[in-house]
């Protein structure tokens, strides 16, 4: 079982529509994959679902209740939560940090992919301390390229103190216009000090997403041969050969 951790403490660079069109990637190869929503905005829970079952509610293993994915597609299942996960943010005693470490190691999947929240505290703490790799999508905006630094040493921090065998399997640009000179520019400076991290697919900037996103289906689905399609496969591959 491989435990993919989507990270970003900056909000909105697309963490969210990334595991959402992964996860029917791997499912659709044929691997048993798992989603975990562990953000309390419950973004990724709503591609899926209006209303998530208490009992397939992340809240619920914080709450020490048991704890089920539901199944969205063949091979596709689901742990999702809402804002109720949002009474656990600031409960940081010790022990809360390993409960969805415990619960991923009690699955039986061939992947598992967790969406974090725009922040760095709980719950994407213990999504590194459950994975074994981190995808890192950004976009290139100064603040994205500003916060990689924080967020590479929070993954070092973490490796450290817990002995953790996690590593980074890339940082992926996203809701890219590659006209821009300015994407070049970062791409270069991020390749440059980051040579093993950056990921040859990138992501590119479509109204499409949102339309996919709010149909609750994958953008392949409804446009095929579109170039966010293209791309989101493209990434499924490359990810594929580096896990
Ligand atoms: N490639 C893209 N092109 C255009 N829009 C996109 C693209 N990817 C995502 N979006 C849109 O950008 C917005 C933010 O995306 P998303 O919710 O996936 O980001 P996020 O990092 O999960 O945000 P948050 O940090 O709030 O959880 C959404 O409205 C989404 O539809
Ligand atoms: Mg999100």
Known sequence: M??????????????????????????????????IDSDPQ??????????????SNLTSLYDKKSLKPIQVEKN?????????????????????????KNFIS????????I?????????TSSALLSANKILVPMDISRFSVLGLGDLLNSIQK???????????????????DDRLNLFKEVKEKITRE???????TYIPDSVRVKESI??????FDLMEDHKISVAYKNLYKEILGRL
């Open 2 to 35: 491989i435990t993919i951790a989507i990270s970003n403490q900056k909000g909105g660079v697309g963490k969210t529509t990334l595991v959402y069109h992964l996860g029917f990637l791997f499912a659709r190869d044929g691997k048993k994959t798992l989603l």
């Open 42 to 55: 419950g973004n990724l829970t709503s591609c899926f679902v209006e209303d998530v079952p208490e009992e």
């Open 76 to 100: 596709l299942n689901l742990v999702g939560t809402d804002i109720t996960l949002s009474r656990f943010e600031a409960d940081t005693k010790l022990e809360n940090f390993f409960l969805l």
């Open 106 to 113: 009690g699955m039986d999947h061939d992947i598992v992919l």
């Open 115 to 123: 969406d974090t929240p725009p922040s760095l505290g709980l719950f």
């Open 158 to 176: 973490i490796i450290k103190t817990t002995n953790s065998p996690v590593g980074i399997l890339g940082i992926v640009f996203t809701g890219i």
């Open 194 to 200: 980051h040579p093993e991290y950056v990921l040859e």
């Open 214 to 219: 709010s149909k609750k289906k994958p953008i």
